[in-house]
């Protein structure tokens, strides 16, 4: 299979964006289109992420989660970026370097670390946890990566970013009245001395690592090198598209990728959806075509539906047109990846929710409030199952008619094309079309 003549036909600059609330596969196809790929970047999020590889290392069958390194790094020569617009744990990204490395993966002179994205510290983390504490029954069941705090940091520009690490004095300074300020406010014990010598080590070991890398997107831009950029969570846990307020702190739609890496929308020339077969949602919010608790439970163990970064169990539910269709609109997406296709074999029926009704009316555009959304009705085409396994099919022709119908179905409705199909976890188990 050649992805090079796919992705000639799909540009320079491509960007997968997830359409649902995370989790839909995104890390498999960066995986896979990244061997044909020059640069391989992350624009926005942080730890809060958790994309699943799985495939061979050194002759073993391995799964590899990525939080913050981007996707493609198991690719041996490719560059990795961590954007602007990333809010960084270095502890955790140290730890990720470090396992890969236990894997043979060598990151050096070619992991770029953006001067201007984030830091997320550990009191970041710990303030998650005390305003989900404090939410009672409302908690937006976040990951407790910190990803709220770091953001709120950046937004009430009191933000440290990976450029003050190089001028040590001065990011003692920072990080000692940030400590401070958070230690009165949230009335915590904070060793604001150990952590500053903590960030000394640090400092020394980033330091190669800590370019502006707009400066070299848009020079590699310019020599005509590919750049595939990897997106985190999902179009509904956008801060300003999502379900608010249960989404996460950052714009995950193609926008918030171009500005997490100072690239100019107009050089963005392809947006690939990647969209389960299904649906599913970690942590708390609306969610319309949820099933109830034994059906979903079905479903969460047919599809292995676990958490990649907390463990949690994912909530499941069947496709909804009006939440991919958004994304396509607000991504500007031209094609779809479908994952997971495999894990409806044995399905005696599926259902797809084609349409919203708000008080009796149809609706297309989600509705802002989630006191709205939950009051939704769906309304669900029915469509009859297929028996037969399809994790060995590698042609859409050789699925079974009834496996064929269905992802037909959805590119009608969706009316985008599915030009990838997912037939199972590793890197192999995907048709092209
Ligand atoms: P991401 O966050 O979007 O990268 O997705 P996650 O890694 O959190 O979750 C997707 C899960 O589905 C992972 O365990 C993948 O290994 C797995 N996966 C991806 N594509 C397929 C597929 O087509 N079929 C099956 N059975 N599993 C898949
Ligand atoms: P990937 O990139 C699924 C969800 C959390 C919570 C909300 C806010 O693997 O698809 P946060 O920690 O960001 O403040 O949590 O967003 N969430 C994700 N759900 N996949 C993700 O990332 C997610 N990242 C955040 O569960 O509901
Ligand atoms: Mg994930």
């Known amino acids: 299979m050649s992805y090079d003549s796919i992705l000639k036909n799909l540009g320079q600059v491509i960007y997968i964006a997830g359409t649902q609330w995370g989790d839909e596969g995104k890390g498999k196809l960066v995986d896979i289109l990244a061997e044909e790929c020059d640069i391989i970047a992350r624009a926005t999020g942080g730890a809060n992420a958790g994309h699943t590889i799985c495939t061979n290392v050194g002759g073993k069958k391995k799964k590899i989660i990525f939080h913050l390194i981007p996707s493609g790094a198991l690719h041996a020569d490719k560059i990795c970026i961590i954007g602007n617009g990333m809010v960084v744990h270095v502890p955790t990204l140290l730890e990720e370097m470090e396992m890969l490395r236990e894997d043979g993966i060598a990151l050096e002179n070619r992991l770029l670390l953006s001067d201007r994205a984030h830091l997320l510290f550990d009191y970041h983390q710990e303030i998650d946890a ?3 504490q404090g939410r009672g029954g409302n908690k937006v069941g976040t990951t407790k990566r910190g990803i709220g705090p770091a953001y709120a940091d950046k937004i009430s520009r009191r933000g440290i970013r990976l450029a003050d690490l190089k001028n040590f004095n001065l990011f003692a300074e920072k990080l000692r009245a940030n400590m401070e300020w958070v230690a009165k406010m949230y009335h915590c014990n904070l060793d604001i001395e150990q952590e500053i010598v903590r960030y000394k ?3 020394e070991i980033l ?12 020079l590699a831009y310019r020599q005509g090198k590919r750049i595939l950029i990897e997106g985190a969570q999902g179009a509904h846990l956008d801060i300003d598209l999502g379900t608010y307020p249960y989404v996460t702190s950052s714009n995950t739609s193609s926008g918030g990728a171009c500005i997490g890496l100072g690239l100019a929308p107009n050089r963005l020339e392809t947006v690939i959806g990647i969209a389960k077969a299904y649906t599913t949602r970690v942590g708390s919010g609306p969610f319309p075509t949820e099933l109830p608790p034994i059906e979903g439970d079905l479903l969460r163990e047919a599809g292995k539906e676990y958490g990649a ?6 909530r499941c539910g069947w496709f909804d047109v009006t939440v991919v269709r958004n994304a396509i609109v607000t991504s500007g997406i031209s094609t779809l990846n479908l994952t997971k296709l495999d894990v409806f074999s044995g399905f005696e029926t599926i259902k797809i ?3 919203y009704l708000l008080e009796n009316k149809p609706i297309s555009f989600i509705p802002a409030t989630v006191e ?4 939704v009705d769906v309304e669900y085409l029915e469509m009859p199952g297929w028996k037969q396994d399809i994790s060995t099919k590698e042609k859409f022709k050789d699925l079974p008619k009834l496996c064929q119908n269905y992802v037909l179905k959805l590119e009608e409705l ?3 094309p599915i030009q990838f199909i997912g037939v199972g976890a590793d890197r192999e188990q995907m048709i092209v079309r």
């Open 414 to 416: 969706l009316g985008t």
């Open 207 to 218: 330091s190669p690592y800590i370019v502006n890398t707009t400066e070299f997107i848009d």
């Open 130 to 132: 005390i305003q989900e």
């Open 372 to 375: 709205e959304l939950r009051k």
């Open 201 to 203: 080590d640090i400092a």
């Open 309 to 314: 970064t907390t463990g949690r169990p994912r």
């Open 353 to 355: 929710g084609t349409r």
